[in-house]
């Protein structure tokens, strides 16, 4: 069945360097993946997508890599800051047009 | 401000009451979602609406029904709650069907005892 995963359930990192957040896909149909962020308290955010047409897509200081041949999909952010902390979740497009199924999430945690 | 806003936001009830958990969005939106999150599972998503009166089950619907009677409100029915159904609920939307960033709302957390 299909199946969005994580590598790592945290990450903690320095403030200014660099974070990669990884997560693994099952199904290779897939077509549309997604980051989200949750802060405590709040709902996710959206923060990049990518479509499986490509391979890299960047935005502000964040950077989606879609490997298509392992099923492997990464967030990277630059030079990451205190305000980057919260759960990271990455989603695919699942079975249907309106199916979206969501990884576990990384706890990102940035230390001053 | 375009937003998402489910009510109410929180809610501790007992098992067998029905319930209603209100989700409505002023952006104008197609699609909506409702999910639920759990500690170590993520979101998972209960019940969808690619349009008005077009609803879909997720992969969690047991225990759940939707309606969507006029685009911007999509209320989610807890008919005979039961504890495995404590949770935060998440409601969202998007512009298109599908392929499209959803915006969420700040959830609702429910309590069945």
């Known amino acids: 069945g299909e199946s969005v995963g994580l590598h790592l359930p945290t990450l903690s990192v320095q403030e200014g360097d660099n974070s990669i957040i990884n997560c693994a896909y099952s199904?290779?149909?897939?077509?549309?993946f997604i980051w989200y962020k949750q802060e405590s308290g709040k709902g996710p955010q959206f923060i990049i997508d990518?479509?499986?047409?490509?391979d890299k897509r960047q935005g502000q200081r964040v950077t989606v890599l879609l490997n298509k041949t392992v099923k492997h999909l990464s967030l990277q952010i630059a030079a990451t800051q205190p305000g980057d902390s919260a759960v990271y979740f990455c989603?695919?497009?699942?079975?249907?047009?309106?199916?979206?199924?969501f990884g576990k999430g990384t706890k990102l945690s940035v230390k001053p | 401000e375009a937003q998402v806003t489910q009510n109410p936001r929180y809610l501790i009830t007992v098992t067998g009451k029905k319930l209603t958990v209100t989700c409505s969005q002023n952006m104008n939106h197609e699609y909506m979602s409702w999910y639920r999150q759990d500690p170590g599972l993520g979101l998972r998503q209960i019940y969808y609406s690619m349009n008005v009166e077009v609803t879909d089950k997720g992969d969690v619907p047991e225990g759940y029904k939707v309606s969507r009677k006029e685009k911007r409100n999509f209320p989610l029915i807890l008919e005979s709650p039961s504890p495995n159904q404590t949770s935060l609920y998440f409601c969202?939307?998007?512009?298109?069907?599908?392929?499209?960033?959803?915006?969420f709302g700040d959830g609702t957390r429910l309590s069945i005892l």
């Open positions: 989603a695919e497009k699942g079975r249907s047009q309106g199916n979206l199924i």
């Open positions: 199904n290779s149909a897939s077509d549309y």
């Open positions: 990518i479509r499986s047409n490509m």
């Open positions: 969202a939307s998007s512009s298109r069907q599908g392929n499209q960033p959803q915006h």
